[in-house]
C-alpha cells in the first residue's frame, strides 16, 4: 500500500481532517483571493491551543509561495528576528492554507500616528526595519522579494519589529524578464513592479526608502514628493540623498542591497555632542540617537532599556494592543525655539487634509465654547419646568452633565496631531488615550442625568418631560 506521501489522496484526506481541528474566532481579512482568520487549535479531549493566524488563500491566485519557503527554512532549524513563525502550510482542495504564530503588537501606521513622524522615531525602528528585508534577502537562495513593504505590514511591540504578510512576496528568478503578477500598494511599490520589469532586491529598497519617508513625515509618499527630491522641512538635508537614492526610478541608480541602504542611513544620522552615536541594531537598542539636523532641536530616540529580545512574528491583518513607546521629548535645558516657531515649523508641513482637519477641530472648539457659555448660564435663567428647583440642583444638573459630555465629544472628534507637533510635551493627547478619555467623560455625562433625576424625585420635584 502507498505511503501517504505518495497517495495524494490520502494527503488530502488528511489535511481536511487537520483543518476540522481549528475552530474560527475571527476574521481579521477578506479579499478576493485571500481570508485571514484568528484561529485555536482544538484537541480530542476539548481543550484548545492558541490563538494562532490561519490565511486561506486560492491556489488559483498565484500567491503565498513564500511562506512554503519561510516554513520549510524554520523546519530546517532556522530561526528569524524579524520573520513570522510558520506552524503549518499545506494544500487542501483548491486552497492553500498557512498556520502561523499569532502576536500582540501594533502597526507601524499606528506607531507612526500615537509618536508623530520624526528623525527620532526613524533612527528607532528604521534599522531594525532593515535588519527583518535583509533576513529575506540574504538567508533565502535566491532571496525572498517581500514586494509589499508599507506601514499596515510592520508590526511593532515591545519585542522588537515584525515583518508580515507574504502573500505577494516571490522567489528572484535568475533572467526572467518581468513578474507573472504585478500587485503593491502604489505609493510603496517601484515602478517595475507594475510592469517595467522583474522584481528583485532594489524593489525592497524603494519601498524601504518611502517607508523612511513616512516615518520622518507621517504622511504616505507621493510622486510629487519624489520628483522634488525629498526637499520638505520633514526631511533632514543629510537624509534627503538617502532617500533620493533609494527611491530613484531605474533600480541600477539605487542602493543594490539593503545592508547599503542601512548603513547610508546610520552615517547620514547627525552626530551629538562627542560624537555619533551608535543606532539600534540586532544586538540592542543603542544610544540615545540625536535628530537635530533641519529639524531644529535635538531629540532622543528610545527603544528600550536593554537589548530587544528577539521577535516572535505573526499575520495581522488590523493594528493590536499597543505596547511601545514614543520617543521622548527634549528636556528643558535643551534648545528648542520659541512657541512661534514650534507652530510655524509644525504647520510647514501639513498637507492639504491636514489643513482642513484642522479646520474642523477650530470649528468643533468653537462650538464647544458656546456650549459651555450656554450651560454656565443655564442654572441662572431656568427652563420653567425647573423653576422649584434650588440653585445647587439646577448647577448639578447642567453643569456635571453638560460641561463632561460635551467635552468628550470634543476630545472624541478632534484630532490634536498637529498640536503635538507643536508642543512635543502634550504627549499625554495621544488619540487612542484622548479618546478613551473622551468616552470616559461622556458616560459621566450620561450617568449624571440619572443621578440628578433620582434626587429630583427622592425631592418630590418635577422632573419634566
Known amino acids: 500500500m502507498a505511503s501517504m506521501e505518495n497517495d495524494p489522496l490520502a494527503a488530502y484526506l488528511a489535511a481536511l481532517a487537520r483543518d476540522d481541528c481549528y475552530r474560527v474566532d475571527e476574521v481579521l481579512k477578506t479579499a478576493p483571493h485571500e481570508t485571514t482568520e484568528v484561529v485555536y487549535f482544538?484537541?480530542?479531549?476539548?481543550?484548545?491551543?492558541?490563538?494562532?493566524?490561519?490565511?486561506?488563500?486560492?491556489?488559483?491566485?498565484?500567491?503565498?509561495?513564500?511562506?512554503?519557503?519561510?516554513?520549510?527554512?524554520?523546519?530546517?532549524?532556522?530561526?528569524?528576528?524579524?520573520?513570522?513563525?510558520?506552524?503549518?502550510?499545506?494544500?487542501?482542495?483548491?486552497?492553500?492554507?498557512?498556520?502561523?504564530?499569532?502576536?500582540?503588537?501594533?502597526?507601524?501606521?499606528?506607531?507612526?500616528?500615537?509618536?508623530?513622524?520624526?528623525?527620532?522615531?526613524?533612527?528607532?525602528?528604521?534599522?531594525?526595519?532593515?535588519?527583518?528585508?535583509?533576513?529575506?534577502?540574504?538567508?533565502?537562495?535566491?532571496?525572498?522579494?517581500?514586494?509589499?513593504?508599507?506601514?499596515?505590514?510592520?508590526?511593532?511591540?515591545?519585542?522588537?519589529?515584525?515583518?508580515?504578510?507574504?502573500?505577494?512576496?516571490?522567489?528572484?528568478?535568475?533572467?526572467?524578464?518581468?513578474?507573472?503578477?504585478?500587485?503593491?500598494?502604489?505609493?510603496?511599490?517601484?515602478?517595475?513592479?507594475?510592469?517595467?520589469?522583474?522584481?528583485?532586491?532594489?524593489?525592497?529598497?524603494?519601498?524601504?526608502?518611502?517607508?523612511?519617508?513616512?516615518?520622518?513625515?507621517?504622511?504616505?509618499?507621493?510622486?510629487?514628493?519624489?520628483?522634488?527630491?525629498?526637499?520638505?522641512?520633514?526631511?533632514?538635508?543629510?537624509?534627503?540623498?538617502?532617500?533620493?537614492?533609494?527611491?530613484?526610478?531605474?533600480?541600477?541608480?539605487?542602493?543594490?542591497?539593503?545592508?547599503?541602504?542601512?548603513?547610508?542611513?546610520?552615517?547620514?544620522?547627525p552626530a551629538w555632542e562627542g560624537g555619533p552615536r551608535r543606532a539600534p541594531t540586532e544586538e540592542g537598542p543603542g544610544d540615545p540617537v540625536p535628530v537635530g539636523g533641519d529639524l531644529g532641536r535635538p531629540w532622543v530616540a528610545s527603544a528600550g532599556d536593554a537589548g530587544l529580545p528577539p521577535s516572535v512574528g505573526g499575520d495581522l491583518g488590523r493594528p493590536w494592543v499597543a505596547t511601545t513607546t514614543c520617543a521622548a521629548a527634549p528636556a528643558d535645558n535643551e534648545p528648542h525655539g520659541t512657541i512661534t516657531s514650534r507652530i510655524r515649523s509644525a504647520f510647514s508641513t501639513l498637507s492639504s487634509g491636514e489643513v482642513a482637519g484642522i479646520v474642523v477641530d477650530v470649528a468643533l472648539l468653537v462650538v464647544w465654547l458656546l456650549f459651555m457659555a450656554v450651560l454656565i448660564a443655564m442654572p441662572f435663567t431656568p427652563d420653567e419646568r425647573y423653576a422649584t428647583w434650588p440653585f445647587w440642583l439646577l448647577a448639578f444638573q447642567y453643569w456635571t452633565f453638560g460641561i463632561p459630555f460635551f467635552t468628550g465629544f470634543l476630545f472624541i472628534l478632534t484630532d490634536v496631531r498637529v498640536l503635538r507637533r507643536a508642543a512635543p510635551r502634550l504627549r499625554l493627547l495621544q488619540g487612542a488615550r484622548l479618546r478613551i478619555l473622551g468616552i470616559a467623560l461622556v458616560v459621566v455625562g450620561v450617568i449624571a442625568v440619572g443621578v440628578t433625576v433620582a434626587i429630583a424625585n427622592a425631592m418630590g420635584l418635577p422632573t419634566g418631560s
Open 42 to 269: 482544538v484537541g480530542a479531549n476539548a481543550a484548545e491551543l492558541g490563538p494562532f493566524v490561519r490565511k486561506r488563500i486560492a491556489v488559483d491566485a498565484a500567491m503565498g509561495d513564500a511562506y512554503g519557503h519561510l516554513f520549510q527554512a524554520q523546519r530546517a532549524g532556522r530561526r528569524f528576528r524579524h520573520l513570522p513563525r510558520i506552524y503549518d502550510v499545506h494544500t487542501t482542495g483548491d486552497e492553500l492554507v498557512v498556520v502561523m504564530e499569532y502576536i500582540q503588537g501594533r502597526t507601524l501606521r499606528d506607531e507612526v500616528y500615537e509618536c508623530d513622524g520624526s528623525l527620532a522615531l526613524a533612527a528607532q525602528w528604521f534599522p531594525l526595519l532593515c535588519d527583518g528585508v535583509m533576513e529575506l534577502h540574504e538567508q533565502f537562495s535566491p532571496p525572498l522579494i517581500h514586494r509589499d513593504l508599507k506601514p499596515t505590514n510592520i508590526v511593532v511591540s515591545d519585542a522588537g519589529l515584525t515583518i508580515i504578510d507574504f502573500g505577494i512576496a516571490r522567489v528572484f528568478r535568475e533572467g526572467a524578464d518581468g513578474d507573472t503578477a504585478h500587485f503593491g500598494t502604489r505609493c510603496y511599490a517601484p515602478p517595475e513592479q507594475f510592469g517595467y520589469g522583474q522584481t528583485d532586491e532594489r524593489s525592497d529598497v524603494y519601498a524601504l526608502g518611502m517607508l523612511l519617508y513616512y516615518l520622518l513625515a507621517e504622511r504616505d509618499p507621493s510622486p510629487s514628493v519624489a520628483a522634488a527630491g525629498f526637499a520638505g522641512p520633514e526631511v533632514p538635508s543629510a537624509l534627503r540623498p538617502v532617500l533620493q537614492r533609494a527611491c530613484a526610478f531605474d533600480p541600477s541608480a539605487r542602493f543594490q542591497t539593503v545592508r547599503d541602504l542601512k548603513a547610508a542611513f546610520l552615517a547620514a544620522l
